[in-house]
Each structure stands twice: as structure tokens, then as C-alpha cells.
T-cell receptor, first 112, second 116 residues
Framework: DAKTTQPTSMDCAEGRAANLPCNHS???????VYWYRQIHSQGPQYIIH???NNETNEMASLIITEDRKSSTLILPHATLRDTAVYYC?????????????FGGGTRLMVKP | GAVVSQHPSWVICKSGTSVKIECRSL??????MFWYRQFPKQSLMLMAT?????????EQGVEKDKFLINHASLTLSTLTVTSAHPEDSSFYIC????????????FGSGTRLTVV
């Protein structure tokens, strides 16, 4: 699976949009971009995933560049409860048996 | 959605004893489950892949005789930390994927193990 690069940490003001970037320049055509987050002392939580097109759900939006070499996770109105480590993971969705490989992630601190 | 239940959520044990952690898929069947370990301020590291009805596959550097994995049914995998030592103190997390349900990977809530 392709390697990803994320900033180590970011701050965001409560109520503002949080934009978390991820670089995955070696992504291949059949690899999806997944985003998970981990709130302190909990297991990771699925947020969103996408292949080419931008995606949106009740939690967040995922913007993938046209060349697919990078993406941005957007939390439109960050709350204090969004403080967590956010992991960007790239993998082949059709490879059912394989695990998720976690990088360092981005530690997002939402401040009042 | 797919739910993975992990138990216990925390455990304290004496050095030299064994501890069993359970991971259950509540509303789906999982032929494969994954066990991760996470040390403070670090990312999740895969320890092993648990396969229903067959032996687990361990990552390099993980002792299979120390971390016993049993995946006897399609909904239950267990991780037993044998002869635990303080350096085994960590946050252990399991994961499974509901392939037929179309969901992504679902994680348990984790088990905080403290060996004293």
C-alpha cells in the first residue's frame, strides 16, 4: 500500500473548518484513500473514504486532487470533541484480507 | 453498522501472569481479525492477523509464543499475553472488516493493559 505523509499536528478554532492535508504521491489506480480518527484512549473510528471523486458524509468532506497525489479532509465546523489524531491511509479496497497500516497521523487540537 | 466489541477495556495484572483479551464482531462474521498494539504517543502497530480456523500470521518481531491468538469462530478472536512483563504494558486494539456488509474496517474500543 502507498505511503502517506501528514503534518504532525494542527490547531483549529472551535466552529471553524479544519482542513487536514495528506500527501500520497505513490498512490496507484486501484487504491482508495481512507480517513480514520482516534480520540484519546479509544479505538480508531472510520470517517470517510474515496477513490477519485470528492466525497461528503455527515462527518466530513474528502477532497482528492485530480492527479490523486494528495487529499484534504475537511471538518466543516470543528468542535472540541473533534480533537483527535487523524490518520490518512491509502490501500487497495479490493484486497480484502489485508490490514490497515497506520502512519503517524495528524494530531488536531480544536481550541475554544 | 458493523460493531466490534473488545473486552476488557482495561486490566492490571502482576508480572508473570497471563491476560486474555477478547474481540467479538457483534453483527457480522469476520474470517479475519487484526490485532494492534499502541504505545503512548505512538501510532498503531500491527501485531498479527487472526484467521478463523487456522494459525495466526505474526508481524516481524512479535513473539507468537508470547502473544497467543485463537480465532475459533467467525465472531470471536482472543489474544492472550502470556507471562506478562511491564514492557508489555500497552493499549491493545482489535479490528475486523464486514466485507459482505460493505463497511470498512471497524475497531474495538481497545484494552489498556498495565503490568505491575
Amino acid at each position: 500500500d502507498a505511503k502517506t505523509t501528514q503534518p504532525t499536528s494542527m490547531d483549529c478554532a472551535e466552529g471553524r473548518a479544519a482542513n487536514l492535508p495528506c500527501n500520497h504521491s505513490t498512490i496507484s489506480g486501484n487504491e482508495y484513500v481512507y480517513w480514520y480518527r482516534q480520540i484519546h484512549s479509544q479505538g480508531p473510528q472510520y470517517i470517510i473514504h474515496g477513490l477519485k471523486n470528492n466525497e461528503t458524509n455527515e462527518m466530513a468532506s474528502l477532497i482528492i486532487t485530480e492527479d490523486r497525489k494528495s487529499s484534504t479532509l475537511i471538518l466543516p465546523h470543528a468542535t472540541l470533541r473533534d480533537t483527535a489524531v487523524y490518520y490518512c491511509i491509502v490501500r487497495d479496497r479490493n484486497n480484502a484480507g489485508n490490514m490497515l497500516t497506520f502512519g503517524g497521523g495528524t494530531r488536531l487540537m480544536v481550541k475554544p | 453498522g458493523a460493531v466490534v466489541s473488545q473486552h476488557p477495556s482495561w486490566v492490571i495484572c502482576k508480572s508473570g501472569t497471563s491476560v486474555k483479551i477478547e474481540c467479538r464482531s457483534l453483527d457480522f462474521q469476520a474470517t479475519t481479525m487484526f490485532w494492534y498494539r499502541q504505545f503512548p504517543k505512538q501510532s498503531l502497530m500491527l501485531m498479527a492477523t487472526s484467521n478463523e480456523g487456522s494459525k495466526a500470521t505474526y508481524e516481524q518481531g512479535v513473539e507468537k509464543d508470547k502473544f497467543l491468538i485463537n480465532h475459533a469462530s467467525l465472531t470471536l478472536s482472543t489474544l492472550t499475553v502470556t507471562s506478562a512483563h511491564p514492557e508489555d504494558s500497552s493499549f491493545y486494539i482489535c479490528s475486523a472488516r464486514d466485507i459482505q456488509g460493505g463497511y470498512g474496517y471497524t475497531f474495538g474500543s481497545g484494552t489498556r493493559l498495565t503490568v505491575v
